[in-house]
Protein backbone atom coordinates (compact mmCIF):
# COMPACT_ATOMS: atom_id res chain seq x y z
CA UNK A 1 0.00 0.00 0.00
CA UNK A 2 0.98 3.24 -1.02
CA UNK A 3 0.30 7.22 1.07
CA UNK A 4 0.14 10.34 -0.97
CA UNK A 5 0.48 13.62 0.46
CA UNK A 6 0.19 16.58 -1.50
CA UNK A 7 1.32 20.23 -0.90
CA UNK A 8 2.26 23.62 -2.08
CA UNK A 9 -0.83 25.18 -3.28
CA UNK A 10 -1.88 28.26 -2.68
CA UNK A 11 -3.74 32.02 -3.78
CA UNK A 12 -0.97 33.73 -6.57
CA UNK A 13 -1.80 36.15 -9.50
CA UNK A 14 -1.49 35.29 -13.14
CA UNK A 15 2.11 35.07 -14.07
CA UNK A 16 3.20 33.80 -11.02
CA UNK A 17 4.61 30.12 -10.02
CA UNK A 18 4.12 27.22 -7.75
CA UNK A 19 5.69 23.78 -7.18
CA UNK A 20 3.46 21.44 -5.79
CA UNK A 21 4.85 18.49 -3.74
CA UNK A 22 4.01 14.90 -3.45
CA UNK A 23 4.99 13.04 -0.92
CA UNK A 24 4.96 9.09 -1.22
CA UNK A 25 5.21 6.49 1.33
CA UNK A 26 4.91 2.78 2.12
CA UNK A 27 5.29 0.22 -0.11
CA UNK A 28 6.82 3.20 -2.80
CA UNK A 29 9.21 -0.27 -4.81
CA UNK A 30 6.03 -0.98 -6.16
CA UNK A 31 4.79 2.02 -7.66
CA UNK A 32 5.43 1.86 -11.49
CA UNK A 33 4.13 5.40 -12.86
CA UNK A 34 3.02 8.84 -10.88
CA UNK A 35 0.75 11.61 -12.50
CA UNK A 36 -0.85 14.89 -11.44
CA UNK A 37 -3.99 15.48 -12.16
CA UNK A 38 -6.46 17.95 -11.46
CA UNK A 39 -9.92 18.83 -10.88
CA UNK A 40 -11.58 22.14 -11.06
CA UNK A 41 -15.29 22.95 -9.87
CA UNK A 42 -17.98 20.96 -12.19
CA UNK A 43 -15.37 19.76 -14.05
CA UNK A 44 -13.61 15.74 -14.02
CA UNK A 45 -10.78 15.12 -12.99
CA UNK A 46 -7.99 15.62 -15.83
CA UNK A 47 -4.26 14.42 -16.62
CA UNK A 48 -1.68 17.22 -16.30
CA UNK A 49 1.55 15.36 -16.22
CA UNK A 50 2.63 11.81 -15.48
CA UNK A 51 6.07 10.00 -15.74
CA UNK A 52 7.24 6.66 -14.72
CA UNK A 53 8.27 5.70 -11.49
CA UNK A 54 11.89 5.92 -12.77
CA UNK A 55 11.74 9.58 -13.86
CA UNK A 56 11.78 8.63 -17.54
CA UNK A 57 8.75 9.24 -20.19
CA UNK A 58 7.36 12.70 -18.71
CA UNK A 59 3.81 13.08 -20.69
CA UNK A 60 2.06 16.72 -20.17
CA UNK A 61 -1.33 18.04 -21.18
CA UNK A 62 -1.57 20.35 -24.30
CA UNK A 63 -2.69 23.02 -21.71
CA UNK A 64 0.20 23.03 -19.53
CA UNK A 65 2.95 21.92 -22.48
CA UNK A 66 6.13 24.49 -21.78
CA UNK A 67 4.97 25.80 -18.66
CA UNK A 68 4.91 22.99 -16.11
CA UNK A 69 8.03 20.34 -15.14
CA UNK A 70 7.38 17.01 -13.29
CA UNK A 71 10.29 16.00 -11.39
CA UNK A 72 10.95 13.26 -8.28
CA UNK A 73 13.60 13.43 -5.51
CA UNK A 74 14.56 10.10 -5.34
CA UNK A 75 16.17 10.51 -1.74
CA UNK A 76 12.93 11.79 -0.52
CA UNK A 77 10.23 9.58 -2.50
CA UNK A 78 8.82 13.13 -3.48
CA UNK A 79 7.57 13.97 -6.99
CA UNK A 80 7.46 17.76 -7.72
CA UNK A 81 4.93 19.72 -10.39
CA UNK A 82 6.72 23.38 -11.02
CA UNK A 83 4.13 25.57 -13.09
CA UNK A 84 4.98 28.36 -14.35
CA UNK A 85 3.42 31.57 -15.82
CA UNK A 86 0.37 30.17 -14.10
CA UNK A 87 -3.51 31.17 -15.70
CA UNK A 88 -6.49 31.66 -13.95
CA UNK A 89 -8.05 28.89 -16.25
CA UNK A 90 -5.49 26.51 -13.87
CA UNK A 91 -7.18 27.18 -10.67
CA UNK A 92 -8.10 23.43 -9.41
CA UNK A 93 -7.51 21.00 -6.79
CA UNK A 94 -4.46 19.09 -7.91
CA UNK A 95 -3.92 15.83 -6.75
CA UNK A 96 -0.92 12.99 -7.40
CA UNK A 97 -1.93 9.39 -8.30
CA UNK A 98 0.18 6.26 -8.83
CA UNK A 99 -0.42 3.25 -11.06
CA UNK A 100 1.34 -0.08 -10.19
CA UNK A 101 1.53 -1.42 -13.85
CA UNK A 102 1.12 -0.85 -16.97
CA UNK A 103 -2.37 -1.26 -17.35
CA UNK A 104 -3.91 0.09 -14.52
CA UNK A 105 -5.93 2.85 -13.58
CA UNK A 106 -4.20 5.53 -11.18
CA UNK A 107 -5.21 5.65 -8.16
CA UNK A 108 -4.35 5.87 -4.44
CA UNK A 109 -5.05 9.78 -4.58
CA UNK A 110 -3.95 12.07 -2.00
CA UNK A 111 -6.14 14.76 -0.21
CA UNK A 112 -4.87 17.03 -2.67
CA UNK A 113 -3.64 20.50 -2.69
CA UNK A 114 -5.83 23.74 -4.00
CA UNK A 115 -4.67 25.98 -6.47
CA UNK A 116 -6.12 29.40 -7.09
CA UNK A 117 -4.85 31.86 -9.99
CA UNK A 118 -6.55 35.58 -9.42
CA UNK A 119 -6.39 37.38 -13.30
Known amino acids: QVQLVESGGGLVQAGDSLRLSCEAS????????VAWFRQAPGKDREFVAG????????RYADSVKGRCTISRDNAKNTVYLQMNNLKPEDTAVYYC????????????WGQGTQVTVSS
Open 97 to 108: GIKFASGHDFGS
Open 26 to 33: GRTFSIYA
Open 51 to 58: MMWSGRIP
